[in-house]
């Protein structure tokens, strides 16, 4: 059997419980101490699970359980404090669309630089150009050349959407932005990532509409506090969430 | 080893540098007609300032090295150019934030990306420095000698040492609140720790022997031995290499210790 793209072993993260461990010297100096409190607490631990190449998981979980920070550990933005998050294989990570992007520069140049960062030569992007740009839209062919914060900021996210599925890379990670964009660009998104996944690329997929996961994803990852409570076919997995869900709500 | 995974890392990734390091010229020079003219006028105003303080008001003979103003703009380029390495690499992190937390990149590239964009601006200042050198040439004020050639070597080992700080730097401001004050207060005692405005070989023996341990000074040693006659401080020469590397290193390790606790913050 080959061997899995995404190799997830015994995953843990600990963070910090105050929003800020941010340290000031002044304070270390005059008190010889650290004023933020530094109580921890793991926000995922012993996450273990494969994903095959192809294959399309949704990960389900309420508010605070841990889904974006997995994410972001699989995307290698983020680095786990114990065990490892192997892929094999270049991500197109659709997680902070806009990241890439700098107010000043016009549209173009941003398209560019942005794909650059994404390991495109610029021969590679000179030739997808055209195709980003139609996918983003008419408004948006009309005004390449202006600076990018002009853009209103929906067409900031036509963009980059655009350009980050046109990356072409095997591994694609989404966390919830198929929310944003119109009605019609939405099904413009929807309709691009069926291709993408009818196309073999290995789909993994962060959301909290039932409705979206159903469509994309077959198998589900159920994460509850921190923890791998469920993997199994999206259905079982939508229903032992909403049963979690309803029992808290209850009690 | 340490180090050498991170080089490797960044090499990988050498065509990722190149499109970053364009931008942040094209930024720079983009915004303004005058451009280059503000990365030359700041260091060139200054050299005037203390050209006219310390040969007009102190009236000092020997400030430094003769022609006096080219041992300032020598000193005050190269200064400008490291002092911008040390504030911009302790906010390359901070400043990239949402770059940083979108692209899996290795992290050093952002360290290394600052220090290449300035030094690219350093590189296109040196035509003023060459322009005064053949002005005091013709005057027979100076002449050049074979040293000029420790002048790239002076170079690289502003870039390493730059880089080495930088790596430390840009973790611990992400940590740290008011890291970003420090280094503003220690670049301006740097400044007058450092042989821009004077010549090491002015400064009593005990003080020679601690400027030594300061690798901006050997560096300066070599950038300007071209331009003036006199001995090279090898003990201050060989310092300055030792410490670039040792503080290279010191750079990988405290960066790869740290990465994990910034990425969390950022």
């Known amino acids: ?251 | 080893m340490i180090g050498v995974s991170q080089f490797r890392g960044l090499m990988a990734n050498r065509q990722v540098l190149r499109t970053l390091v364009e931008r942040d010229l094209r930024v720079r020079y983009a915004g303004s007609v005058l451009g280059w003219v503000w990365t030359v006028l700041d260091p060139l105003l200054m050299a005037l300032v203390y050209f006219v303080v310390f040969t007009l008001i102190f009236t000092s003979r020997e400030a430094g090295h003769q022609p006096y103003f080219l041992h300032l703009v020598t000193g005050l380029f190269l200064w400008q150019w490291f002092a911008q390495n040390m504030s911009e690499t302790s906010r390359a992190l901070l400043s990239e934030a949402r770059l940083v937390r979108s692209a899996n990149l290795p992290r050093e590239l952002w360290v290394v990306r600052v220090v290449l964009a300035k030094g690219i601006e350093f590189l296109l200042t040196l035509p003023v420095i060459a322009a005064f050198t053949i002005f005091y040439m013709i005057t027979g004020q100076t002449q050049l000698h074979w040293t000029i050639v420790f002048m790239p070597v002076a170079l690289v080992l502003t870039f390493l040492l730059s880089v080495g700080i930088g790596m430390i730097l840009a973790p611990v401001t992400v940590l740290v609140n008011d890291m970003a004050r420090v280094v503003r207060i220690a670049l301006r005692l740097g400044f007058y720790a450092t042989p821009v405005l004077y010549s090491a070989d002015m400064a009593p023996p005990v003080l020679q022997t601690l400027l030594a341990f300061n690798p901006m000074s050997g560096i300066l040693e070599l950038f300007r031995a071209g331009f003036f006659r006199g001995e090279m401080n090898l003990l201050s020469v060989t310092s300055a290499v030792v410490l670039t590397i040792v503080l290279l290193l010191v750079g990988s390790v405290v960066f790869k210790r740290l990465e994990p606790a910034v990425l969390k913050e950022i």
């Open chain 1, 1 to 251: 059997m080959a061997k899995p793209v995404i190799e997830v072993r015994n995953l843990g993260i600990e963070f910090y419980r105050s929003r800020r461990r941010r340290m000031s010297l002044r304070e270390m100096v005059l008190k010889g101490q650290n004023s933020a409190p530094n109580e921890t607490f793991w926000a995922l631990k012993h996450i273990t699970f494969d994903v095959a190449r192809g294959e399309a998981v949704g990960l389900v979980g309420g508010n605070g359980s841990g889904k974006s920070t997995l994410l972001r550990m699989i995307a290698g933005v983020m680095l786990p404090d114990e065990g490892h998050a192997t892929v094999r294989g270049r991500v197109a990570p659709l997680i902070e669309l806009t990241g890439g992007f700098l107010g000043e520069l016009t549209a173009r140049e941003n398209v560019y630089l942005a794909a650059g960062l994404h390991g495109l030569t610029k021969e590679q992007i000179d030739a997808r150009f055209d195709e980003i740009v139609d996918f983003a839209g008419p408004q948006v062919k009309a005004g390449m050349d202006m600076p990018f914060r002009h853009f209103s900021s929906g067409m900031q996210v036509r963009i980059a959407f655009a350009l980050i599925t046109t990356l072409d890379q095997p591994v694609v990670l989404v966390d919830e932005v198929l929310a944003v964009g119109d009605r019609a660009f939405r099904e413009k998104c929807y309709e691009r990532m069926e291709n993408m996944l009818s196309g073999g690329k290995t789909l993994f997929l962060v959301s909290h509409s039932e409705h979206d996961l159903r469509r994309f994803a077959e198998r589900g990852l159920y994460l509850r506090s921190g923890e791998l409570k469920g993997d199994g076919p999206i259905d079982e997995v939508i229903a032992q969430y909403n049963a979690d869900a309803d029992a808290d709500a209850a009690s």
